[in-house]
């Protein structure tokens, strides 16, 4: 069993920047892949980042590539993403998710309770 838990989310203006904490507390933590998803208001749920067990091959979203940023403290059990020049259109709830696969699959093993993220205009 691993829980995750999001902290970091808040409101933003436009330009701004915000660092995604995932934290876990289960023992697997460094064997598993972790993700970012969020959900939008009144969308689907999407794929904005993952990275390996050891920390290589990061993929992205084509619509975050080159903003975010997700890195990973197996030590600490944490997983982070680090979010620049956010847009009105980043605005979701940012959920962290975890899997023995890699890439991780849309319906990953765990999930976290999600951190609401809001950009401004």
């Known amino acids: 069993q691993e829980r995750l838990v999001e902290t970091g989310g808040g409101v933003v203006q436009a330009g701004d920047s915000l660092r995604l904490v995932c934290a876990g507390s289960?023992?697997?933590?460094?064997?598993?892949?972790m993700g970012w998803f969020r959900q939008a208001p009144g969308k689907e749920r999407e794929f904005v980042a993952v990275i390996s067990w050891n920390g290589s091959g990061p993929r992205y979203a084509d619509s975050v590539k080159g903003r975010f940023t997700i890195s990973r403290d197996n030590a600490k059990n944490m997983n982070y993403l680090q979010m620049n020049s956010l847009k009105p259109e980043d605005t979701a709830i940012y959920y962290c998710a975890a899997d023995i696969n890699y890439p991780i699959p849309p319906n990953p093993e765990y999930w976290g309770q999600g951190t609401r993220v809001t950009v401004s205009s």
């Open positions: 289960g023992r697997s933590f460094s064997r598993l892949s």
